[in-house]
């Protein structure tokens, strides 16, 4: 599984979820922590100013209290989500459509092999690309 959070620029933080892992509270927090490090280095003018929001839908894991309270903690503004709207999440209709389609029929011998395409077809979205999927995405 992979988990990316991007912004207008384009990516600033992915990871993979390793094989049988669940996703609950406790591994959240730790890609928020991650999360929090690559805005840092990132993008240190929302660092600075703390204008960042964040944007996840309302998996329990994501809505839980240990959660809110982490968010609530570091000052991490979320951006409501409505209830039942699965398809407001940019990834969903831009970033994982767009990945798909470039490494679709291609075969790979390891999960190290798809990681590795993934993240190379992933840091070649140029940010026009990510500006113009956030244009579309204000619009709904």
Same mark, same amino acid.
């Given at each position: 599984?992979?988990?990316?959070?991007?912004?207008?620029?384009?990516?600033?933080?992915?990871?993979?979820?390793?094989?049988?892992?669940?996703?609950?509270?406790?591994?959240? !927090?730790?890609?928020?922590?991650?999360? $929090? &490090? /690559?805005?840092? $280095?990132?993008?240190?003018?929302?660092?600075?100013? !703390?204008?960042?929001?964040?944007?996840?839908?309302?998996?329990?894991?994501?809505?839980?209290?240990?959660? =809110? =309270?982490?968010?609530?903690?570091?000052?991490?503004?979320?951006? *409501?989500? *409505?209830?039942?709207?699965?398809?407001l999440a940019?990834? &969903?209709?831009?970033?994982?459509?767009?990945?798909?389609?470039?490494?679709?029929?291609?075969?790979?011998?390891?999960? @190290?092999?798809? !990681?590795?395409? /993934?993240? $190379?077809?992933?840091?070649?979205?140029? @940010?026009?690309?990510?500006?113009?999927?956030?244009?579309?995405?204000?619009k709904h």
């Amino acid at each position: 599984m992979l988990v990316v959070f991007s912004d207008w620029k384009g990516i600033v933080n992915h990871e993979f979820v390793p094989c049988g892992q669940m996703v609950n509270e406790q591994l959240y !927090q730790e890609v928020l922590s991650r999360l $929090r &490090d /690559g805005v840092r $280095r990132k993008r240190p003018e929302l660092w600075e100013n !703390q204008t960042g929001m964040l944007h996840h839908d309302n998996t329990p894991t994501h809505a839980s209290l240990f959660i =809110s =309270s982490y968010l609530a903690k570091h000052q991490t503004s979320v951006v *409501p989500h *409505p209830p039942y709207s699965s398809d407001l999440a940019l990834a &969903d209709f831009f970033l994982f459509p767009k990945l798909k389609t470039t490494l679709k029929g291609r075969c790979f011998q390891t999960n @190290e092999d798809i !990681q590795e395409n /993934g993240i $190379r077809e992933m840091r070649a979205i140029t @940010e026009s690309a990510f500006q113009e999927a956030f244009q579309q995405w204000k619009k709904h």
